[in-house]
């Protein structure tokens, strides 16, 4: 099944009357704005030292939510490693993150996105100044994601893990999810939609970004996994 919001309108247009004399076989092909733009943002090379492909996840301050004042602190090795790791190390994650084992395999996973280009931020999730939650904000348009669904200029994704079980299973997630949508939509003007794509198998996260705002897109075949793509978009986030 296609995505709900795939476009449907992009056939090829009519053709113009030909020049005396030209060949009329020839046929003029239109492509949609969104997927020129895509290839325009590609061609322009790798980003200058002065842009941020995510406008400066770190100075985007806190959010008030129903369970405390939430904020996203990008990581640092050296002081989040062993937080991150156990968290990794626990059976339930492990089961859907697959970085269970010493801390070196969770240090390569935040060192690909800390020495990259910035197109993804590994941060905790701060509630009420204690560090319970593991989020990483990503441009999803930039992504191999893109190849699978049909990307806008500045999507941006989201993957979650709320660390300690006993944060589990009571809506937390949701709150969260809830607030750093809104986080994104917020502090990145250019974004339309905030995108996720947990493991299809993995019902409880569904549920939460479901009861987040986000809705049900399609379902998507990835390398590593079945996926259902979630979609929370910046027209619907005051009805959702």
């Not at 996973?109 to 941060?123: F, I, K, T, W």
């Not at 006993?166 to 809506?171: E, M």
Request: glycine content about 8%.
């Amino acid at each position: 099944m296609p995505p709900t919001d795939a476009r449907t309108d992009t056939g090829v247009p009519p053709r113009r009357p030909s020049a005396p004399g030209a060949d009329d076989t020839t046929l003029e092909l239109r492509l949609p704005a969104d997927f020129l733009a895509l290839f325009a943002a590609a061609e322009s090379g790798p980003p200058d030292a002065d842009d941020d492909l995510l406008d400066s996840v770190a100075a985007w301050g806190p959010a008030t939510t129903p369970a405390g004042t939430f904020r996203l602190r990008p990581v640092r090795i050296e002081r989040d490693l062993a937080t991150v790791a156990g968290w990794m190390n626990d059976p339930v994650v492990a089961a859907f993150w697959e970085l269970a084992g010493p801390e070196s395999v969770t240090a390569d996973h935040l060192r690909a996105q800390l020495d990259g280009d910035g197109r993804s931020v590994p941060c905790l999730g701060v509630l009420d100044g204690t560090p319970m939650s593991y989020f990483e904000i990503y441009r999803a348009d930039l992504d191999p994601l893109a190849r699978h669904y049909p990307a806008r200029p500045h999507d941006t994704g989201v993957h979650l893990l709320i660390g300690g079980g006993a944060d589990r299973g009571r809506g937390l997630g949701t709150v969260l999810l809830r607030a750093v949508a809104d986080l994104v939509l917020d502090h990145r003007p250019r974004c339309t939609r905030v995108l996720a794509e947990p493991d299809i198998r993995n019902t409880p996260s569904v549920s939460a970004f479901l009861s987040a705002g986000f809705r049900y897109s399609a379902e998507l075949e990835l390398p590593d996994k079945r996926a259902a793509l979630m979609v929370r978009d910046r027209a619907l986030r005051h009805v959702l």
